[in-house]
């Protein structure tokens, strides 16, 4: 509209007041004589050639401005010039580009995004189509088989969840439950190619495993920053679900950040999203409008009245761990004690209808050179605390050291020949052997 409110005032000119200089220029000859009859039609002559100038300047740039639109050139052929002069062409190329609609492009968008609205750490924003084009064949399936005991006799259980390509050669990140106790792990490409794979290393506190296969030129994601991140910026999930979907792409939004969510027992802190995740999605990738890896799926709400209810692991989380995997195929800096135990109940008696009962876990075995032996923890020694909080089991005992670093140094309550000892430890590093 605004383009052809220019248009309308360029083109619009009124021819009476030519005719009345005109008739005013004859009265004016009739009366006068000499040089006032001479200056008169002087200044006549002037006006008329100011005006005929103005007149034949704007025509010209009506014609110039109604070229370019047929239906309007029609209605003016007869009266516009040929051509116009080149200062006018370049003051109305001017305008004209003030209102002329500016053409927006994916990389202009998305540097529009990132700088006045949320600071996305990507430098390109694109369709949904094209977002699939770019992140897809860096996801792959994954089918595991895994040994599962049942009355006493062992039968082969198969699985399957997916996997997102991280390097040319061959390195996959998934989730460590996918490929957990696997004896098998297979991975097809987004072009069917199938190779065996192998475990290069986990960790079950992220629930992060690295996978290897041997093959070269394979398109891998690029990693995008978590942290940067916003409610409600658009993500796709593209994965495994059910095992026989490879590829498949579910798009929504980013619903919470850092979401702290237990799974199997684990605490986590967790991208929400309602993009729709299934079982086989797990380890798949969670993409943003650039087409980066920003999470990697681990979850899902179970209840039977949950929808839209899936989560990502941060990228920004793991990457310490996903580059201690590729480089050293196991976590560094992970604090070590080095002891083996077993749950153990203990029972005192206040008499024959009263007693108490403390669960903790007792010492088998010390590691030779460990934390445990040099702080002085013993065979047989029951661990019942470690900086006050009580260790009921082996598995709570796992996840309280899994929250120290090697180098840090706590206080373990231990009860030794019925004797109650606090001793100072100094964790080591975890370093898996073989």
């Given at each position: 509209m605004?383009?052809?409110?220019?248009?309308?005032?360029?083109?619009?000119?009124?021819?009476?007041?030519?005719?009345?200089?005109?008739?005013?220029?004859?009265?004016?000859?009739?009366?006068?004589?000499?040089?006032?009859?001479?200056?008169?039609?002087?200044?006549?002559?002037?006006?008329?050639?100011?005006?005929?100038?103005?007149f034949a300047?704007?025509?010209?740039?009506?014609?110039?401005l109604?070229?370019?639109?047929?239906e309007?050139?029609?209605?003016?052929?007869?009266?516009?010039?040929?051509?116009?002069?080149?200062?006018?062409?370049?003051?109305?190329?001017?305008?004209?580009?003030?209102?002329?609609?500016?053409?927006?492009?994916?990389?202009?968008?998305?540097?529009?995004?990132?700088?006045?609205?949320?600071?996305?750490?990507?430098?390109g924003?694109?369709?949904?189509a094209?977002i699939?084009?770019?992140?897809a064949?860096?996801?792959?399936?994954?089918?595991?088989?895994?040994?599962?005991?049942?009355?006493?006799?062992?039968?082969?259980?198969?699985?399957?969840?997916?996997?997102?390509?991280?390097t040319?050669?061959?390195?996959i990140?998934?989730?460590?439950?996918?490929?957990?106790?696997?004896?098998?792990?297979?991975?097809?490409?987004?072009?069917?190619?199938?190779?065996?794979?192998k475990?290069?290393?986990?960790?079950?506190?992220?629930?992060?495993a690295?996978?290897?296969?041997?093959?070269?030129?394979?398109?891998a994601a690029e990693?995008?920053?978590?942290?940067?991140?916003?409610?409600?910026?658009?993500?796709?999930?593209?994965?495994?679900?059910?095992?026989?979907?490879?590829?498949?792409?579910?798009s929504?939004?980013?619903?919470?950040?850092?979401?702290?969510v237990?799974?199997?027992?684990?605490?986590?802190?967790?991208?929400?999203?309602?993009?729709?995740?299934?079982p086989?999605?797990?380890?798949?990738?969670?993409?943003?409008?650039?087409?980066?890896?920003?999470?990697?799926?681990?979850?899902?709400?179970?209840?039977?009245n949950?929808?839209?209810?899936?989560?990502?692991?941060?990228?920004?989380n793991?990457?310490?761990?996903?580059?201690d995997?590729?480089?050293?195929?196991?976590i560094?800096?992970?604090?070590?004690?080095g002891?083996?135990?077993?749950?153990?109940?203990l029972?005192?008696?206040?008499?024959?209808?009263?007693?108490?009962?403390?669960?903790?876990?007792q010492?088998?075995?010390?590691?030779?050179?460990?934390?445990?032996?040099?702080?002085?923890?013993k065979?047989?020694?029951?661990?019942?605390?470690?900086?006050?909080?009580?260790?009921?089991s082996?598995?709570?005992?796992?996840?309280?050291?899994?929250?120290?670093?090697?180098?840090?140094?706590?206080?373990?309550?231990?009860?030794?020949?019925?004797?109650?000892?606090?001793?100072?430890?100094?964790?080591?590093?975890?370093?898996?052997?073989?």
């Amino acid at each position: 509209m605004k383009k052809e409110m220019k248009i309308m005032e360029y083109s619009y000119v009124n021819p009476e007041w030519k005719q009345k200089n005109e008739e005013m220029n004859r009265n004016n000859k009739k009366k006068r004589n000499g040089i006032r009859v001479g200056l008169a039609v002087l200044l006549s002559c002037v006006v008329m050639a100011t005006v005929i100038g103005l007149f034949a300047g704007v025509l010209l740039a009506n014609r110039y401005l109604i070229s370019r639109d047929m239906e309007k050139a029609a209605a003016v052929t007869e009266t516009a010039p040929t051509s116009a002069p080149a200062s006018v062409k370049e003051e109305n190329k001017e305008k004209d580009e003030l209102v002329t609609p500016k053409e927006i492009k994916p990389t202009e968008a998305s540097e529009a995004a990132s700088s006045s609205v949320s600071q996305f750490a990507y430098n390109g924003v694109y369709s949904r189509a094209q977002i699939c084009e770019i992140a897809a064949p860096s996801v792959v399936g994954i089918d595991v088989v895994t040994p599962v005991s049942f009355y006493g006799r062992i039968y082969e259980s198969e699985g399957s969840g997916s996997g997102v390509i991280l390097t040319s050669d061959g390195y996959i990140a998934t989730c460590a439950h996918v490929v957990e106790d696997a004896t098998k792990i297979t991975v097809i490409l987004n072009d069917d190619t199938e190779y065996e794979a192998k475990l290069v290393g986990k960790d079950a506190r992220n629930d992060l495993a690295i996978i290897k296969i041997e093959a070269a030129d394979l398109t891998a994601a690029e990693i995008g920053d978590s942290d940067m991140l916003t409610v409600g910026e658009d993500v796709i999930a593209i994965g495994n679900p059910l095992g026989e979907l490879r590829g498949t792409a579910t798009s929504g939004i980013i619903s919470a950040l850092r979401r702290p969510v237990t799974v199997e027992k684990v605490n986590m802190e967790l991208i929400q999203t309602d993009a729709a995740i299934s079982p086989g999605n797990s380890g798949g990738g969670l993409f943003n409008a650039g087409g980066k890896l920003i999470g990697i799926v681990n979850a899902k709400a179970s209840g039977n009245n949950a929808e839209g209810l899936g989560f990502a692991i941060p990228i920004n989380n793991v990457l310490k761990e996903i580059n201690d995997l590729l480089n050293y195929g196991y976590i560094t800096g992970k604090a070590y004690l080095g002891v083996y135990t077993q749950n153990v109940t203990l029972r005192s008696d206040y008499g024959f209808w009263q007693y108490s009962t403390v669960s903790c876990v007792q010492v088998g075995d010390v590691v030779a050179g460990s934390a445990a032996e040099k702080a002085g923890i013993k065979s047989g020694d029951l661990i019942l605390a470690i900086n006050d909080e009580q260790v009921s089991s082996n598995t709570v005992l796992s996840d309280i050291i899994a929250r120290y670093n090697a180098g840090d140094t706590v206080t373990v309550k231990i009860q030794r020949d019925g004797q109650t000892v606090e001793l100072t430890v100094t964790f080591g590093e975890y370093i898996p052997q073989g």
